[in-house]
């Protein structure tokens, strides 16, 4: 049921990360890249009004790919752990700092190696189930790409590019998240696209 002001009722909560992400309204969100060295980019998650939501920080060590999605106050909510130099592309998420096997909240890999457009197939948990729980649909020519749950739509992100921009190591994305949806688990999601189009 919708209501005026886009508040939204009775649609079934996707809660990945946990239920104070979701909201019973769209969710706008900025989120902001800064690369600080070769392989070291930091992501910076702002609402509308400038309040900082989320930060995300991490690296490359032998050949692994760590993201480590953070509070505001600096507390490890999520951390992304990815194999670089594989066709896959795949990545692992895990609750917290434990990475281990039986603490994974969702897992993501491309749909074919030699795509010819960016889609990514996310399934809660691990690799073992056939069919994915998301999708993740974008194209080569830009890193905009849009999320879907089945047929819903669950949210929508547009990359502000800009030469100036590129050259300052500076990069930033307009998320748009529907009523009931995880902004966190969207936004890990960005953070392995991104990380994935980066040589």
Not at 129 to 145: E, R
């Amino acid at each position: 049921m919708d209501l005026s002001g886009g508040w939204t009722f009775g649609v079934p909560s996707i809660s990945v990360l946990g239920d104070g992400y979701c909201f019973p309204y769209p969710k706008e969100l900025i989120v902001k890249k800064k690369i600080k060295k070769l392989s070291n980019a930091q992501f910076e998650v702002f609402d509308q009004t400038g309040n900082l939501l989320l930060q995300v920080d991490g690296g490359v060590w032998n050949l692994k790919m760590k993201r480590i999605l953070r509070d505001p106050a600096g507390i490890p909510i999520l951390t992304l752990c990815g194999k670089a130099l594989t066709f896959w592309h795949k990545w692992k998420a895990h609750g917290g700092e434990n990475t281990n096997e039986n603490n994974i909240l969702f897992s993501v890999k491309q749909s074919h190696p030699l795509q010819i457009k960016k889609e990514l197939h996310v399934f809660l948990a691990n690799f073992k189930k056939k069919i994915p729980d998301f999708h993740v649909t974008g194209s080569y020519t830009s890193l905009s790409f849009k999320v879907f749950k089945g047929h819903r739509l669950l949210a929508e992100v547009k990359h502000n590019f800009t030469l100036e921009s590129f050259c300052k190591g500076k990069e930033k994305y307009r998320v748009k998240v529907y009523p009931e949806v995880d902004f966190a688990f969207i936004v890990a999601l960005l953070v392995i696209l991104d990380e994935n189009d980066t040589p």
